[in-house]
T-cell receptor
Framework: AQRVTQPEKLLSVFKGAPVELKCNYSYSGSPELFWYVQYSRQRLQLLLRHISRESIKGFTADLNKGETSFHLKKPFAQEEDSAMYYCALSGLTDNAGNMLTFGGGTRLMVKP | EAGVAQSPRYKIIEKRQSVAFWCNPISGHATLYWYQQILGQGPKLLIQFQNNGVVDDSQLPKDRFSAERLKGVDSTLKIQPAKLEDSAVYLC???????????FGPGTRLTVL
């Protein structure tokens, strides 16, 4: 079974401070990890995926297979980063489908 | 490019009533997903279609939930009869193929009284 855990429901930081949103996963195979974001009154959208190794809006995330983690980081938070962030894992199911499993989400609040 | 469309946006029903949600995916997307998102939780996959066939419905409560995608384009998700615990946002998503990026619709917020 695959599982994604985001230990913090809420993370509040001041503008310009570093941000780290934690994500831990449990999966027996080789996972594909994602971060999704939902800004206020907008749709859930992909922020980044680990295989692309990109930096999107200043955010990066590194897959650490030893610690089974995929933490999202940004060196200097901006007010427009305030949103709900979901970590997700894509893995094969028993019937060979590709199932996306989401964590419970972390609300990031960036204060001025 | 038009995004994933869902209707209705909001629905309030009483327990034991029936309800149906509709989803129109992005044109050309072969894979369609329905998720249930209960307040305070992340989305949970209910069912995944590849064209008009079901790929995964292992988390769909089949005694009351059903879904179809008859022509491989639009999809409907039905709940019959609804329970209080079905109150949630129901999200539809689509992707070109199963391994591609999923694009989400705005969701339907269901309240069961």
């Amino acid at each position: 079974a695959q599982r994604v855990t985001q230990p913090e429901k809420l993370l509040s930081v001041f503008k310009g401070a570093p941000v780290e949103l934690k994500c831990n996963y449990s999966y027996s195979g080789s996972p594909e990890l994602f971060w999704y974001v939902q800004y206020s009154r907008q749709r859930l959208q992909l922020l980044l995926r680990h295989i692309s190794r990109e930096s999107i809006k200043g955010f990066t995330a590194d897959l650490n297979k030893g610690e089974t983690s995929f933490h999202l980081k940004k060196p200097f938070a901006q007010e427009e980063d305030s949103a709900m962030y979901y970590c997700a894992l894509s893995g094969l199911t028993d019937n060979a489908g590709n199932m996306l499993t989401f964590g419970g989400g972390t609300r990031l609040m960036v204060k001025p | 490019e038009a995004g994933v469309a869902q209707s209705p946006r909001y629905k309030i029903i009483e327990k034991r009533q029936s309800v149906a949600f509709w989803c129109n995916p992005i044109s050309g997307h072969a894979t369609l997903y329905w998720y249930q998102q209960i307040l305070g939780q992340g989305p949970k996959l209910l069912i995944q279609f590849q064209n008009n066939g079901v790929v995964d419905d292992s988390q769909l409560p089949k005694d009351r939930f059903s879904a179809e995608r008859l022509k491989g384009v639009d999809s409907t998700l039905k709940i019959q009869p609804a329970k209080l615990e079905d109150s949630a946002v129901y999200l539809c998503a689509s992707s070109l193929e199963a391994e591609d990026t999923q694009y989400f619709g705005p969701g339907t917020r269901l309240t069961v009284l």
